[in-house]
């Protein structure tokens, strides 16, 4: 019982730093109810499997298979997104004012936002193996208030090859869809992009931390001028790989 002025504060009673205590552990507890996520979509893909949208105080997520593909800030904050590595793949490489980009996997498109809001892109090229995906991001994910943007729906093997046999070039392509493959199994998938980056541009592939980006870096060294493995935070699962300056004339043996 909370002491009031009717009620003096007795031997069996909380004095006034309890009842301040109390208050704030009561805010608190209407802050988690308030809070608490709500799912805004629920859906499921033959190719993607159980899909939802679930909005977490100000922060929208997709996930997929219960893990968290992309992130969409609800009042428009991007600032929040720093520490994540959609915004550090961007980081930790230059790129030019106007950059011609690829985006091997489309999530919610956070990364489509964050190259909107850091440079300002003549293109933007996705490649995106399910429909569902697709329609998900449009219409939760802000996709469809963006600027022109190149959606292509096919896997990234075919996608790729296409682009390459076309002779498309980007200044930056980032790779998202062999974060937990095996080194040996996303290798080629790695090497067949070689020849899609443009000779001042840069290649960025997101790995899991457990899996050991080393020696695939080495083999990315005889293809790029430069070859760095960064870790986004200590205790986040993503490694970035960032390669640039690919040498040209390895990149069309790739």
Same mark, same amino acid.
């Given at each position: 019982?909370?002491?009031?002025?009717?009620?003096?504060?007795?031997?069996?009673?909380?004095?006034?730093?309890?009842?301040?205590?109390?208050?704030?552990?009561?805010?608190?507890?209407?802050?988690? +109810? #308030? %809070? /608490?996520?709500?799912?805004?979509? =629920?859906?499921? $893909?033959?190719?993607? *499997?159980?899909? &939802? @949208?679930?909005?977490?105080?100000?922060?929208?997520?997709?996930?997929?298979?219960?893990?968290?593909?992309?992130?969409?800030?609800?009042?428009?904050?991007?600032t929040?997104?720093?520490?994540?590595?959609?915004?550090?793949?961007?980081?930790?490489?230059?790129?030019?004012?106007?950059?011609?980009?690829?985006?091997?996997?489309?999530?919610?498109?956070?990364?489509i936002?964050?190259?909107?809001?850091?440079?300002?892109?003549?293109?933007?090229? +996705? #490649? %995106? /193996?399910d429909?569902?995906?697709? =329609?998900?991001? $449009?219409?939760?994910? *802000?996709?469809? &208030? @963006?600027?022109?943007?190149?959606i292509?729906?096919?896997?990234?093997?075919?996608?790729?090859a296409?682009?390459?046999?076309?002779?498309?070039?980007?200044?930056?392509?980032?790779?998202?869809?062999?974060?937990?493959?095996?080194?040996?199994?996303?290798?080629?998938?790695?090497?067949?992009?070689?020849?899609?980056?443009?000779?001042?541009?840069?290649?960025?592939?997101?790995?899991?931390?457990?899996?050991?980006?080393?020696?695939?870096?080495?083999?990315?060294r005889?293809?790029f001028?430069?070859?760095?493995?960064?870790?986004?935070r200590?205790?986040?699962e993503?490694?970035?790989?960032c390669?640039?300056?690919?040498?040209?004339?390895?990149?069309?043996?790739?």
């Amino acid at each position: 019982m909370v002491a009031t002025p009717e009620s003096p504060t007795g031997a069996g009673s909380p004095g006034p730093e309890a009842t301040d205590h109390a208050s704030s552990a009561g805010r608190r507890a209407a802050l988690r +109810v #308030i %809070e /608490r996520p709500r799912i805004a979509f =629920r859906g499921w $893909s033959r190719l993607s *499997g159980k899909i &939802r @949208v679930v909005d977490r105080g100000r922060e929208r997520q997709l996930m997929v298979h219960g893990e968290i593909l992309s992130i969409y800030p609800l009042d428009g904050n991007w600032t929040r997104v720093r520490r994540e590595y959609w915004w550090k793949a961007l980081a930790f490489i230059e790129l030019p004012r106007r950059p011609s980009a690829l985006l091997v996997g489309l999530g919610g498109g956070t990364q489509i936002h964050l190259l909107h809001r850091l440079t300002s892109p003549r293109q933007i090229t +996705v #490649i %995106e /193996r399910d429909p569902v995906i697709v =329609r998900v991001a $449009s219409e939760w994910f *802000g996709l469809d &208030r @963006v600027g022109k943007l190149e959606i292509v729906c096919a896997e990234a093997e075919t996608a790729i090859a296409g682009l390459a046999q076309a002779g498309r070039r980007f200044d930056y392509v980032m790779e998202d869809v062999t974060y937990a493959d095996e080194p040996e199994v996303a290798l080629p998938k790695l090497l067949a992009m070689v020849p899609l980056v443009t000779p001042r541009g840069s290649l960025v592939i997101n790995r899991h931390r457990h899996g050991d980006p080393k020696p695939m870096a080495r083999t990315l060294r005889f293809y790029f001028g430069e070859v760095k493995i960064r870790r986004v935070r200590r205790t986040g699962e993503n490694t970035l790989i960032c390669c640039s300056r690919p040498l040209v004339s390895r990149a069309a043996d790739a």
